[in-house]
Protein backbone atom coordinates (compact mmCIF):
# COMPACT_ATOMS: atom_id res chain seq x y z
CA UNK A 1 0.00 0.00 0.00
CA UNK A 2 1.64 3.48 -0.89
CA UNK A 3 1.95 5.92 1.75
CA UNK A 4 -0.69 8.45 0.09
CA UNK A 5 -3.59 5.52 0.66
CA UNK A 6 -2.35 4.88 3.95
CA UNK A 7 -2.73 8.91 4.22
CA UNK A 8 -6.28 9.07 2.72
CA UNK A 9 -7.67 5.70 4.98
CA UNK A 10 -6.45 7.71 7.82
CA UNK A 11 -7.97 10.90 6.75
CA UNK A 12 -11.43 9.40 6.22
CA UNK A 13 -11.38 7.12 9.08
CA UNK A 14 -10.97 10.51 11.25
CA UNK A 15 -14.24 11.87 9.21
CA UNK A 16 -12.99 14.29 6.32
CA UNK A 17 -14.64 13.47 3.24
CA UNK A 18 -16.14 15.42 0.64
CA UNK A 19 -16.85 18.76 0.47
CA UNK A 20 -20.19 20.67 1.12
CA UNK A 21 -20.16 23.87 -0.86
CA UNK A 22 -22.40 26.82 0.28
CA UNK A 23 -23.31 29.76 -1.17
CA UNK A 24 -21.38 32.59 0.52
CA UNK A 25 -17.86 29.77 0.15
CA UNK A 26 -15.99 29.17 -3.02
CA UNK A 27 -14.92 25.62 -3.19
CA UNK A 28 -11.75 27.35 -3.15
CA UNK A 29 -11.80 28.82 -0.14
CA UNK A 30 -13.14 25.22 1.86
CA UNK A 31 -10.70 23.65 0.18
CA UNK A 32 -8.42 25.83 1.68
CA UNK A 33 -9.64 25.73 5.06
CA UNK A 34 -9.84 21.62 4.60
CA UNK A 35 -5.92 21.91 4.13
CA UNK A 36 -5.52 24.50 7.06
CA UNK A 37 -7.77 21.70 9.66
CA UNK A 38 -5.74 18.96 8.65
CA UNK A 39 -2.09 20.90 9.25
CA UNK A 40 -3.47 21.42 12.57
CA UNK A 41 -4.48 18.46 13.07
CA UNK A 42 -1.58 17.17 12.25
CA UNK A 43 -3.19 14.62 9.71
CA UNK A 44 -0.40 15.46 7.02
CA UNK A 45 2.95 14.69 8.03
CA UNK A 46 5.76 17.48 7.28
CA UNK A 47 8.42 16.34 4.51
CA UNK A 48 5.98 13.94 2.94
CA UNK A 49 4.93 15.10 -0.73
CA UNK A 50 1.46 14.96 -1.36
CA UNK A 51 0.15 15.12 -5.20
CA UNK A 52 -3.42 17.11 -6.11
CA UNK A 53 -4.42 14.31 -7.58
CA UNK A 54 -4.90 12.72 -3.91
CA UNK A 55 -6.31 15.85 -2.99
CA UNK A 56 -8.67 16.17 -5.24
CA UNK A 57 -9.74 12.60 -4.37
CA UNK A 58 -10.16 12.80 -1.02
CA UNK A 59 -12.30 16.19 -1.17
CA UNK A 60 -14.08 15.13 -4.19
CA UNK A 61 -13.43 18.34 -5.74
CA UNK A 62 -11.54 19.39 -9.38
CA UNK A 63 -7.92 20.24 -9.14
CA UNK A 64 -8.47 23.71 -10.05
CA UNK A 65 -9.64 24.96 -6.91
CA UNK A 66 -7.06 22.58 -5.03
CA UNK A 67 -3.89 24.55 -6.92
CA UNK A 68 -5.40 28.00 -6.44
CA UNK A 69 -5.77 26.95 -2.59
CA UNK A 70 -1.84 25.45 -2.32
CA UNK A 71 -1.14 28.77 -4.49
CA UNK A 72 -2.61 30.78 -1.45
CA UNK A 73 -0.70 28.14 1.54
CA UNK A 74 2.49 28.37 -0.14
CA UNK A 75 2.03 32.30 -0.09
CA UNK A 76 1.85 32.04 3.66
CA UNK A 77 4.56 29.71 4.26
CA UNK A 78 2.82 27.22 5.06
CA UNK A 79 3.39 24.53 2.14
CA UNK A 80 6.32 24.10 -0.05
CA UNK A 81 4.89 23.54 -3.79
CA UNK A 82 7.41 20.91 -6.08
CA UNK A 83 6.49 21.37 -9.65
CA UNK A 84 5.32 17.76 -11.48
CA UNK A 85 5.13 15.86 -7.96
CA UNK A 86 3.14 17.86 -5.32
CA UNK A 87 3.50 19.53 -2.19
CA UNK A 88 4.27 19.15 1.24
CA UNK A 89 3.96 21.11 4.39
CA UNK A 90 6.89 23.31 5.48
CA UNK A 91 9.20 22.03 8.62
CA UNK A 92 9.87 25.71 10.64
CA UNK A 93 12.83 25.71 12.29
CA UNK A 94 12.98 27.51 15.79
CA UNK A 95 14.48 30.57 14.52
CA UNK A 96 11.39 30.81 12.00
CA UNK A 97 8.80 30.51 14.87
CA UNK A 98 11.15 32.92 17.20
CA UNK A 99 10.97 35.53 14.43
CA UNK A 100 7.01 35.12 13.95
CA UNK A 101 6.25 35.78 17.13
CA UNK A 102 8.70 39.08 17.28
CA UNK A 103 6.85 40.37 13.98
CA UNK A 104 3.87 39.38 15.51
CA UNK A 105 4.63 41.73 18.84
CA UNK A 106 5.63 44.26 16.75
CA UNK A 107 2.60 45.01 14.72
CA UNK A 108 -0.06 44.22 17.04
CA UNK A 109 1.60 46.42 19.79
CA UNK A 110 1.60 49.34 17.57
CA UNK A 111 -1.67 48.36 16.37
CA UNK A 112 -3.47 48.51 19.98
CA UNK A 113 -1.43 51.53 21.06
CA UNK A 114 -2.64 52.97 17.32
CA UNK A 115 -6.23 52.10 18.43
CA UNK A 116 -6.23 53.28 21.70
CA UNK A 117 -4.73 56.59 21.46
CA UNK A 118 -7.49 56.79 18.67
CA UNK A 119 -10.25 56.18 20.98
CA UNK A 120 -9.77 58.05 23.85
CA UNK A 121 -12.19 60.37 23.03
CA UNK A 122 -14.78 57.46 23.32
CA UNK A 123 -15.84 57.45 19.70
CA UNK A 124 -14.78 54.04 19.37
CA UNK A 125 -16.17 52.48 22.66
CA UNK A 126 -18.90 50.50 20.88
CA UNK A 127 -17.01 49.54 18.34
CA UNK A 128 -14.40 48.08 21.16
CA UNK A 129 -17.20 46.42 22.89
CA UNK A 130 -17.83 44.41 19.80
CA UNK A 131 -14.87 42.54 20.71
CA UNK A 132 -16.46 41.19 23.70
CA UNK A 133 -19.04 39.27 21.30
CA UNK A 134 -15.91 37.39 19.58
CA UNK A 135 -14.72 36.50 23.10
CA UNK A 136 -17.95 35.17 23.59
CA UNK A 137 -18.00 33.20 20.99
CA UNK A 138 -14.52 32.14 21.90
CA UNK A 139 -15.55 30.94 25.30
CA UNK A 140 -18.52 28.51 23.36
CA UNK A 141 -15.33 26.70 20.94
CA UNK A 142 -13.03 26.89 24.29
CA UNK A 143 -13.23 22.61 24.04
CA UNK A 144 -13.10 22.71 20.22
CA UNK A 145 -9.23 23.46 19.52
CA UNK A 146 -9.86 24.47 15.65
CA UNK A 147 -12.89 26.72 16.25
CA UNK A 148 -11.09 28.37 19.45
CA UNK A 149 -8.09 29.43 16.69
CA UNK A 150 -10.37 30.61 14.09
CA UNK A 151 -12.10 32.76 16.73
CA UNK A 152 -8.96 33.66 17.92
CA UNK A 153 -7.96 34.61 14.55
CA UNK A 154 -10.99 36.60 14.05
CA UNK A 155 -10.21 38.85 17.82
CA UNK A 156 -6.96 40.07 16.40
CA UNK A 157 -7.72 40.61 12.80
CA UNK A 158 -10.71 42.92 14.00
CA UNK A 159 -8.40 44.62 16.21
CA UNK A 160 -6.26 45.91 13.41
CA UNK A 161 -9.83 46.71 11.26
CA UNK A 162 -10.95 49.02 14.20
CA UNK A 163 -7.07 50.45 14.31
CA UNK A 164 -8.09 51.62 10.34
CA UNK A 165 -4.30 50.61 9.83
CA UNK A 166 -4.71 48.50 6.33
CA UNK A 167 -1.09 47.95 5.89
CA UNK A 168 -0.71 46.55 9.13
CA UNK A 169 -3.47 44.35 8.96
CA UNK A 170 -3.01 43.24 5.52
CA UNK A 171 0.77 41.96 7.22
CA UNK A 172 -0.94 40.81 10.72
CA UNK A 173 -3.17 38.71 7.98
CA UNK A 174 -0.01 37.29 6.47
CA UNK A 175 1.55 36.15 9.35
CA UNK A 176 -1.30 34.50 11.17
CA UNK A 177 -0.84 31.45 8.29
CA UNK A 178 1.88 29.99 10.66
CA UNK A 179 -0.93 29.22 13.72
CA UNK A 180 -2.21 26.44 11.93
CA UNK A 181 1.20 25.03 10.77
CA UNK A 182 1.70 25.32 14.83
CA UNK A 183 -1.61 23.91 15.47
CA UNK A 184 -2.27 22.10 19.51
CA UNK A 185 1.32 23.30 20.18
CA UNK A 186 0.04 26.76 20.79
CA UNK A 187 -3.41 26.11 22.49
CA UNK A 188 -3.02 22.24 23.13
CA UNK A 189 -4.63 22.69 27.24
CA UNK A 190 -7.42 23.68 27.94
CA UNK A 191 -5.92 25.54 30.86
CA UNK A 192 -4.07 27.72 27.94
CA UNK A 193 -7.13 28.31 26.02
CA UNK A 194 -8.78 29.74 29.21
CA UNK A 195 -5.93 31.66 30.33
CA UNK A 196 -5.54 33.04 26.15
CA UNK A 197 -9.79 34.35 27.02
CA UNK A 198 -8.54 36.18 29.89
CA UNK A 199 -5.29 37.85 28.23
CA UNK A 200 -7.59 38.83 25.59
CA UNK A 201 -10.39 40.07 27.83
CA UNK A 202 -7.54 42.20 29.65
CA UNK A 203 -6.54 43.87 26.58
CA UNK A 204 -10.34 44.87 25.77
CA UNK A 205 -10.59 45.94 28.87
CA UNK A 206 -7.51 48.41 29.09
CA UNK A 207 -8.72 49.63 25.63
CA UNK A 208 -12.45 50.43 27.33
CA UNK A 209 -10.20 52.15 30.07
CA UNK A 210 -8.57 54.56 27.48
CA UNK A 211 -4.87 52.96 28.97
CA UNK A 212 -2.94 52.62 26.17
CA UNK A 213 0.13 51.57 28.32
CA UNK A 214 -1.89 49.14 29.87
CA UNK A 215 -3.43 47.79 26.74
CA UNK A 216 -0.15 47.35 24.90
CA UNK A 217 1.05 45.79 27.84
CA UNK A 218 -1.11 43.34 28.00
CA UNK A 219 -0.84 42.82 24.07
CA UNK A 220 2.61 41.75 24.66
CA UNK A 221 2.31 39.95 27.62
CA UNK A 222 -0.33 37.92 25.55
CA UNK A 223 2.22 37.31 22.64
CA UNK A 224 5.17 36.39 24.99
CA UNK A 225 3.20 33.59 26.56
CA UNK A 226 2.18 31.88 23.91
CA UNK A 227 5.46 32.54 22.27
CA UNK A 228 7.12 30.90 25.04
CA UNK A 229 5.05 27.80 25.34
CA UNK A 230 5.46 27.32 21.69
CA UNK A 231 9.16 27.90 21.60
CA UNK A 232 9.05 25.03 24.86
CA UNK A 233 7.44 22.51 22.57
CA UNK A 234 9.78 20.54 20.80
CA UNK A 235 9.30 21.28 16.82
CA UNK A 236 8.29 19.13 14.17
CA UNK A 237 4.46 19.32 15.47
CA UNK A 238 5.01 16.95 18.27
CA UNK A 239 6.66 14.07 16.14
CA UNK A 240 8.90 13.20 13.67
CA UNK A 241 8.71 13.56 9.92
CA UNK A 242 6.90 10.40 8.49
CA UNK A 243 5.63 9.07 11.88
CA UNK A 244 1.80 9.26 12.13
CA UNK A 245 -0.28 11.64 14.65
CA UNK A 246 -2.73 9.87 17.12
CA UNK A 247 -4.17 12.75 18.29
CA UNK A 248 -7.51 12.24 18.24
CA UNK A 249 -9.30 15.01 20.50
CA UNK A 250 -10.52 16.97 17.30
CA UNK A 251 -12.70 15.22 15.10
CA UNK A 252 -12.44 16.91 11.36
CA UNK A 253 -15.57 18.37 10.32
CA UNK A 254 -16.70 20.08 7.31
CA UNK A 255 -14.61 23.10 6.25
CA UNK A 256 -18.08 25.10 5.20
CA UNK A 257 -19.09 26.02 8.64
CA UNK A 258 -19.24 29.81 10.30
CA UNK A 259 -16.53 28.80 12.09
CA UNK A 260 -14.24 28.55 9.50
CA UNK A 261 -15.70 31.43 7.52
CA UNK A 262 -15.25 34.41 9.80
CA UNK A 263 -11.97 34.85 10.43
CA UNK A 264 -11.17 33.94 6.83
CA UNK A 265 -13.66 36.55 5.91
CA UNK A 266 -11.48 39.14 8.01
CA UNK A 267 -8.15 37.73 6.19
CA UNK A 268 -10.01 39.07 2.97
CA UNK A 269 -11.14 42.05 3.64
CA UNK A 270 -7.79 42.60 5.36
CA UNK A 271 -5.51 41.70 2.39
CA UNK A 272 -7.59 43.19 -0.36
CA UNK A 273 -6.15 40.89 -3.05
CA UNK A 274 -4.44 37.59 -2.95
CA UNK A 275 -1.11 39.62 -3.90
CA UNK A 276 -1.40 42.07 -0.55
CA UNK A 277 -2.20 39.28 2.13
CA UNK A 278 -3.56 35.91 3.74
CA UNK A 279 -7.11 35.65 2.30
CA UNK A 280 -8.23 33.62 -0.76
CA UNK A 281 -10.67 35.45 -2.92
Known amino acids: MSAESTALEALLAAGLGPLVTTRSDTLTQQVYRALRLAMFKGQLDPGRLYSENWTAQILDA ?6 EALRQLEFEGLVEIIPQRGFRLRILSAGEVREFYTLREMLESYV ?45 LAVAALANLPRAARMIASLRGILWLLGTRII ?59 DTAVDWTAPSTVRGRTANDRRERASGNRGQGGGLQ
Request: proline share 4%; glycine share 4%; aromatic share 4%.
Open 62 to 67: SRTPVR
Open 112 to 156: VTSLCETATDGSLDSSIGSLHRILERQRDCVNDPPDFVAWDEEFH
Open 188 to 246: GNHERREAVLEEHSRIVEALLAHDCAASTAAMKAHIRETARLAMATPLGYERQVGSRRT
